[in-house]
């Protein structure tokens, strides 16, 4: 057994979310994708545009309700009042300061390969003994779609 993974210690962050529907195609992917930028590019009560961040980040339920999925962007520090978006299926939403177990691959990847990351990790973590959230898991990206190698990629869990 050998320890793939690192305990980050992430302080408060805050987020522009939505909802996420996971579909074969990866259109609920685009959809959630869009409105998150038009929300970076002036569609909030400001009008403010914001130079795009990373990483991105999906949230994925493991346990009922699964279809609650949703996909982020990190609001940058130097925005200390982000604008209200205007789409109501935007929000803004802090994620509290937190231990996090990350595991980092490279390649593109599509859902499966997060998936199968975070078997993995979850199987890794459990073996070592470590407590952690297993109703769902994060991953993240940091490259943009059209970059096609030397992608940075990770799955989280939240240590308890």
């Not at 691959?105 to 997060?114: E, I, K, S």
């Not at 952690?132 to 869990?157: C, K, L, M, S």
Request: hydrophobic fraction near 40%; proline fraction near 7%.
């Amino acid at each position: 057994m050998r320890k793939d993974f690192e305990l980050r210690q992430y302080e408060e962050t805050r987020w522009v979310t939505t909802s996420l529907k996971q579909d074969i195609f990866g259109m609920g992917m685009v959809t959630s994708f869009n409105r998150l930028f038009r929300y970076f590019n002036g569609n909030n009560a400001k009008g403010l545009k914001m130079s795009m961040t990373v990483p991105v980040m999906v949230y994925v339920p493991l346990k009922p309700p699964t279809e609650n999925a949703t996909m982020s962007f990190f609001v940058p520090h130097e925005v200390k009042y982000p604008a209200k978006p205007r789409d109501p299926e935007v929000y803004l939403e802090p994620l509290p300061s937190a231990s996090v177990y990350v595991k980092t691959f490279g390649g593109y990847a599509l859902n499966t390969m997060y998936a199968e990351q975070a078997k993995a990790l979850a199987e890794n973590l459990r073996i070592l003994g470590l407590q952690f959230d297993d109703t769902y898991f994060i991953y993240a990206g940091y490259e943009a779609p059209f970059q096609i190698f030397n992608r940075h990629n990770e799955v989280w869990y939240m240590a308890k």
